[in-house]
């Protein structure tokens, strides 16, 4: 079982909106920086945002204000909640954990990935 698991994946129409989680098994994420990425095909992955233990945020800058991500620690989970998509965000969007947002990328704690599809 991997670590974490996202969901709330789907197909929408452009200016839709979708809000997906990620669930941590296994440990605590109160600790932890988790970020959100995200790989369409034939492209590299991309950092989409990320939020830190104490809860600062930072996004990609193609995010533009649509997307807003979240963490309840109560419910070992974090969100991001996207509006307006465009075809432009079909892609697999997966989440990692790690110490800090600078260094999310070379964690270990990785999940298995949900598809976002927009289209019309």
């Known amino acids: 079982q991997l670590p974490l698991r996202e969901s709330g994946g789907g197909s929408v129409q452009p200016g839709g909106s979708l809000r997906l989680s990620c669930a941590a098994s296994g440990f605590t994420l109160d600790y932890y920086a988790v970020g959100w990425f995200r790989q369409a095909p034939g492209k590299e992955r991309e950092g989409v945002a990320c939020i830190s233990s104490t809860y600062s945020t930072n996004y990609g800058d193609f995010v533009k204000g649509r997307f807003v991500i979240s963490r309840d620690n109560a419910k070992n989970t974090v969100y991001l909640e996207m509006w307006h998509l465009n075809p432009e965000d079909t892609a697999t969007y997966f989440c990692?954990?790690?110490?800090?947002?600078?260094?999310?990328?070379?964690?270990?704690?990785w999940g298995q990935g949900t598809q976002v599809t927009v289209s019309s």
């Open positions: 990692a954990a790690g110490p800090e947002c600078t260094v999310i990328e070379s964690t270990e704690l």
